[in-house]
């Protein structure tokens, strides 16, 4: 069986971001298949005008030494929008949030959640995934996954129908994540468990290109691209 067409789908996120992992640059994009992610795409939010990737207001030395509260990282609690019209087939919420974060700590967690991961126990799929939704695609054998969303903010109820572009969740730093992003992916089924990656690209979005935003359409973002919703 040959791979699945790349579907198109609406760029989830307003503002500004930044394609952090990318089916641009590596398939499976995340080092592996598990989890339905073989083309999935992390959007982190940073400060374009200051030197180097900073995730938060403040010292990056005081980052990397002490850490950072939440709240002051830009991603923190931006709205995430429904890429396309469907159903809400999964809608986990409740995961809490490290309140305090520090880079060396958190990529610790990820990696003790990455390595321990078992199918079969309790809240399995939170731990890794944190507050997340499945939505299914109107129409067509194509889900997405929306993961790591900000504790309570997930707006919508499993069988609720949504339009593309309802807002939906809040990013956040739930699950199995170094700092507040977006986990963003699709699937040929609903169980994450047991589906497949399905190739991505984005209707519309604008790319910061030799210092002017250019519009892309049914595109792939670029690794470390600045890219924003186009309306």
Same mark, same amino acid.
């Given at each position: 069986?040959?791979?699945?067409?790349?579907?198109?789908?609406?760029?989830?996120?307003?503002?500004?971001?930044?394609?952090?992992?990318?089916?641009?640059?590596?398939?499976?994009?995340?080092? &592996?298949?598990?989890?339905?992610?073989?083309?999935?795409?992390?959007?982190?939010?940073?400060?374009?005008?200051?030197?180097?990737?900073?995730?938060?207001?403040?010292?990056?030395?005081?980052?990397?030494?002490?850490?950072?509260?939440?709240? &002051?990282?830009?991603?923190?609690?931006?709205?995430?929008?429904?890429?396309?019209?469907?159903?809400?087939?999964?809608?986990?919420?409740?995961?809490?949030?490290?309140?305090?974060?520090?880079?060396?700590?958190?990529?610790?967690?990820?990696?003790?959640?990455?390595? &321990?991961?078992?199918?079969?126990?309790?809240?399995?799929?939170?731990?890794?995934?944190?507050?997340?939704?499945?939505?299914?695609?109107?129409?067509?054998?194509?889900?997405?996954?929306?993961?790591?969303?900000?504790?309570?903010?997930?707006?919508?109820?499993?069988?609720?129908?949504?339009?593309?572009?309802? #807002?939906?969740?809040?990013?956040? #730093?739930?699950?199995?994540?170094?700092?507040?992003?977006?986990?963003? #992916?699709?699937?040929?089924?609903?169980?994450?468990?047991?589906?497949?990656?399905?190739?991505?690209?984005?209707?519309?979005?604008?790319?910061?290109?030799?210092?002017?935003?250019?519009?892309?359409?049914?595109?792939?973002?670029?690794?470390?691209?600045?890219?924003? #919703?186009?309306?």
């Amino acid at each position: 069986m040959g791979e699945r067409a790349t579907v198109i789908v609406d760029f989830p996120l307003r503002g500004e971001w930044v394609a952090y992992h990318t089916p641009a640059e590596r398939v499976p994009s995340h080092g &592996t298949d598990q989890l339905g992610q073989r083309y999935a795409y992390d959007f982190v939010r940073i400060d374009g005008d200051r030197p180097g990737w900073m995730l938060c207001r403040g010292s990056i030395w005081r980052y990397v030494i002490l850490g950072a509260p939440l709240e &002051t990282f830009y991603a923190w609690g931006a709205p995430i929008h429904a890429p396309f019209s469907g159903t809400v087939v999964v809608a986990r919420d409740g995961w809490p949030e490290r309140e305090y974060l520090h880079p060396v700590r958190d990529l610790g967690v990820v990696l003790k959640n990455a390595l &321990t991961f078992r199918e079969d126990r309790p809240n399995a799929l939170q731990t890794v995934l944190g507050n997340h939704l499945v939505l299914a695609m109107q129409g067509a054998d194509v889900y997405a996954l929306v993961a790591h969303a900000r504790t309570g903010s997930i707006r919508v109820e499993e069988g609720e129908q949504v339009t593309g572009g309802d #807002h939906i969740a809040d990013v956040g #730093h739930s699950g199995n994540s170094t700092a507040p992003h977006l986990h963003f #992916h699709l699937m040929d089924g609903p169980s994450v468990l047991k589906a497949s990656g399905v190739p991505c690209a984005f209707r519309s979005y604008e790319a910061l290109r030799d210092g002017g935003w250019a519009l892309v359409v049914n595109g792939i973002p670029a690794k470390r691209e600045f890219i924003r #919703h186009a309306a």
